[in-house]
């Protein structure tokens, strides 16, 4: 064993004892605690949203394309252990009572939903019950609207094709249920082995190919003990199957962007990612501070050991492992304290979340226990390397402070090991990015800006009153200990501001996308002549619906005369221009819709206007129409104001310059559209309605003769999806709510470790005072008064630095509109002076009611 180790053990025993060896501990197992308690209640919960948001699409993973896939893609899935589940969907004519009606077809296999579950009811508009198998062969389940088209009941037959079916259920919801909302056909779902006998499918049938694919030891959510493992299957089958796709072929995930449910998901793994870096955030200030402390009480015993002949690195050595065996000690106690815990935690929120939860894992546990060890280590460097610098003539001379190091390096240690477990806590480059920029700009500026903001307060103390201008003055005195805590400081409520700050403005913005009232059945191909007698209807029975929007069915062709898959390339063509959009027209843009360039609907004659688009009137009988596209589209496509787009509907050219860009809310379940056009420009086209509007649960009657009064209208209820994505959010806010509360407790603990740090020098202060004649009261006053000062300026320093982080993040990550918060402007002072004036004054007391006696003798 190496002398360096041997006597740091021998000596870590009396040493654990001390004051600052202790306050080194505690702030690293305060540090694993949360870290683990927060890791892996967040794991578990991320899990299981990630895990019940696979249900909407059947499986872990779909593949859906126009054409056959190649079997060597469903070997290649069966040869990992996956399960797979082919799926074919079209539309084809249903006949029953001498009636027809256009019905979009599921064809599934025997294993069909390998997750989730299709809801089929007994009664027309019924609540309906889950079921994990698909219909028997010979017969079909059908939505509501079909069986109505058809004047059907369960029980009766219908005819698909050549072949007869029985109606056995009535379709509530499909398992799947990423499709599109506004198609306007009634479904069926029927067994794959009788679509030969239907014989509806030929040569140029338009037929869109579902597999479902999910991998193995996924039997039921109280089997997913080997998550990781899943997870990677999961995405190594995805890497390998991506470069094989051909333009007509598409794969989708559980937690894709592309849907509400996904985009909720990732919204919440992000919040609740930013939390954990909060945790990791705290811990590296507070460590940080005990280790400076820590080091600056063994110069001392440094010297010692330099006189007795130790070298430079033998002194390094000591200390470092000594360090690290309290850090073992501490993220073991800390990280098994932690998850149990997390159990605690769960227990208190068994009410509000799933019972299913996943269950917990190591992982969790083991990136935080690393994590404390790496922040106590990093954060520990630059201090412990000031010990070897004593100089041995300390021994004679105490106020011999050592040279000071170059501490670059590991200050950049220390800021690369926070990057790298930010981006291990959030799996997010740019959050990572923006969390470590922040905190080296935040570095930088708080003890730039603390320093700065002393010397210009030092010059104006003169005129302020006598004991406040004192609490200055101790301040100003120990200015190098007033930039570190003033640092600390503003870095602990900057995190928990933030967090705070973006919980209450994210989380309000979610629930009011999804408000009580959100339309929760959407009725398409209303024709033109009924559109009034449908709004007349609603109005009569109490129904709120939103304005009704013309649909014409249109497909991208051409950008500025290039044809579209040529200019886009394939990498980044959007799925929109693969297939038919919605198009519409509108005289105003909607109230969630923001214009980021350009202008809903220029007058036509301007000369801007007439020179984008001379060479194309030149080029062909081009008619001056306009068209507003949705900003994501058109960053995909590379398209700008004044670009020619070109469409094909009912056959025909459609030319229409881009006069605006727009930015959509997607997950608002309101009406949206790619494109927009002005009216007048596709009135000529034939075109439907289409209306969302909001119907009680309860209110089944009126939805039943709704249907019988306009059998031609598809009515789609979305009430499910709705309330499955109200659910994620609820749940989210409530997982958030306690970890914002623990995240409060581990920032006030650290918060006071940070303090009883400078305890040794108040206590050689206070020592001085009562000798010279002075009472505890005018300490007390003076302790008061200089925390005060630190409460106002660490609060000032947090919330510019809150705002300037929460504008980052609102508008790079979250992509929500920003605003200043004012009312934390007035609140963030009054917590700070309550906290660090309540806490200084409460870690002082032993300085403030101690005898000069004792005091000398403690500080001798």
Aim: net charge neutral; aromatic share 10%.
């Amino acid at each position: 064993m190496s002398p360096s180790i041997s006597i740091a053990r021998k000596h870590w025993w009396k040493d654990i004892s001390s004051a600052e060896m202790r306050l080194l501990f505690i702030a690293t197992l305060i540090a694993a605690l949360s870290m683990t308690m927060i890791t892996t209640f967040t794991d578990r919960l991320t899990r299981t949203m990630s895990y019940r948001a696979s249900e909407l699409i059947v499986g872990d993973l779909t593949l859906q394309s126009q054409n056959p896939i190649s079997e060597s893609i469903i070997s290649e899935a069966k040869q990992r252990g996956f399960l797979h589940s082919p799926a074919l969907s079209f539309s084809t004519m249903a006949f029953a009572n001498d009636q027809l009606q256009l019905t979009q077809i599921r064809a599934v296999s025997d294993n069909y939903p390998l997750k989730g579950t299709i809801t089929i009811a007994d009664q027309p508009f019924g609540t309906g019950a889950p079921s994990a198998q698909p219909p028997t062969p010979g017969s079909v389940w059908a939505e509501q609207r079909v069986m109505h088209a058809l004047g059907l009941s369960l029980g009766d037959t219908v005819e698909i094709g050549d072949a007869l079916f029985t109606v056995d259920k009535i379709l509530v919801q499909d398992a799947d249920r990423s499709g599109n909302f506004y198609s306007p056909f009634g479904a069926m779902i029927m067994r794959m082995e009788d679509v030969e006998k239907t014989a509806v499918l030929g040569p140029g049938s338009r037929i869109l190919h579902k597999h479902y694919f999910r991998a193995p030891q996924t039997t039921s959510t109280q089997d997913q003990t080997d998550d990781v493992t899943q997870t990677r299957l999961i995405q190594e089958f995805a890497d390998w199957l991506t470069p094989q796709l051909t333009e007509h072929e598409k794969l989708r995930g559980a937690v894709s962007s592309e849907t509400s449910m996904g985009s909720a998901v990732q919204r919440a793994q992000q919040y609740l990612g930013l939390a954990s870096l909060v945790a990791v955030l705290l811990a590296g200030v507070a460590i940080a501070m005990s280790s400076q402390r820590y080091s600056e009480r063994h110069y001392q015993t440094a010297a010692l050991l330099r006189c007795l002949g130790a070298s430079q690195q033998q002194i390094s050595r000591i200390f470092l492992v000594k360090i690290l065996m309290t850090g073992v000690l501490a993220v073991t106690l800390g990280s098994a304290l932690g998850f149990l815990a997390h159990y605690l935690l769960f227990e208190l929120m068994k009410s509000l979340i799933p019972s299913d939860i996943l269950p917990a894992r190591w992982t969790p546990v083991l990136i935080s226990m690393s994590a404390g060890l790496i922040v106590l280590m990093a954060f520990s460097l630059a201090p412990i390397q000031k010990l070897k610098e004593v100089s041995p003539v300390r021994v004679l001379r105490r106020e011999l402070n050592p040279k000071p190091v170059k501490l670059n390096a590991f200050y950049l240690i220390a800021i690369v090991c926070m990057g790298g477990l930010a981006y291990l806590l959030t799996q997010h480059l740019q959050l990572t990015l923006i969390f470590v920029v922040g905190l080296v700009v935040m570095a930088v500026l708080f003890s730039a800006l603390s320093a700065a903001l002393l010397v210009a307060l030092h010059k104006l103390a003169p005129k302020l009153p006598k004991k406040v201008q004192l609490g200055f003055n101790q301040l100003y005195r120990h200015r190098y200990y007033a930039i570190s805590q003033l640092s600390a400081f503003a870095f602990i409520f900057t995190a928990i501001t933030l967090i705070l700050v973006v919980r209450t403005d994210l989380f309000s913005r979610w629930q009011a996308s999804i408000p009580a009232n959100t339309p929760n059945h959407f009725a398409i191909n209303i024709l033109p002549d009924k559109i009034n007698a449908f709004d007349q209807f609603l109005n009569k029975a109490g129904v709120d619906g939103s304005e009704s929007y013309p649909i014409v069915r249109g497909r991208l062709i051409e950008i500025n005369q290039q044809i579209v898959q040529e200019a886009v390339s394939k990498e980044d063509q959007p799925n929109a221009i693969r297939r038919e959009l919605n198009l519409t027209w509108s005289e105003h843009p909607g109230a969630d819709t923001e214009i980021v360039a350009g202008k809903w609907w220029p007058e036509l004659n301007t000369s801007s206007n007439q020179a984008a688009t001379a060479a194309h009137q030149d080029a062909r009988n081009f008619e001056h129409n306009y068209v507003s596209i949705e900003s994501e589209l058109a960053d995909k496509l590379g398209v700008a104001l004044g670009d020619i787009l070109t469409f094909k509907v009912a056959g025909k050219r459609l030319d229409a310059e881009v006069s605006s860009i727009r930015k959509v809310q997607w997950d608002n379940f309101k009406p949206n559209f790619y494109m927009i056009f002005p009216p007048g420009t596709l009135n000529a086209f034939h075109h439907t309605y289409l209306k969302s509007f909001y119907m009680d649960a309860q209110d089944h009657q009126t939805l039943i003769d709704l249907n019988r009064e306009f059998k031609a209208v598809s009515i789609i209820p979305v009430e499910q999806i709705i309330q499955q994505i109200r659910g994620i959010l609820d749940q989210t806010t409530v997982a958030v709510e306690y970890i914002l509360l623990l995240v409060l407790a581990a920032g006030l603990v650290l918060l006071f470790a940070t303090l009883q740090s400078t305890l040794s020098i108040r206590r050689h202060e206070a020592a001085i005072y009562r000798t010279l004649g002075a009472s505890g009261n005018y300490i007390n006053q003076l302790v008061i008064y200089e925390y005060l000062w630190l409460a106002l300026l660490a609060s000032g320093l947090a919330m510019f630095a809150t705002e300037a982080l929460s504008f980052a993040l609102y508008h790079r990550i979250f992509e929500a509109e920003w605003q200043l918060h004012w009312s934390l402007w007035l609140a963030t002072p009054l917590g700070a002076i309550s906290v660090i004036v309540a806490s200084g004054w409460y870690g002082s007391r032993p300085v403030i009611q101690a005898s000069p006696n004792r005091l000398l003798r403690e500080v001798s």
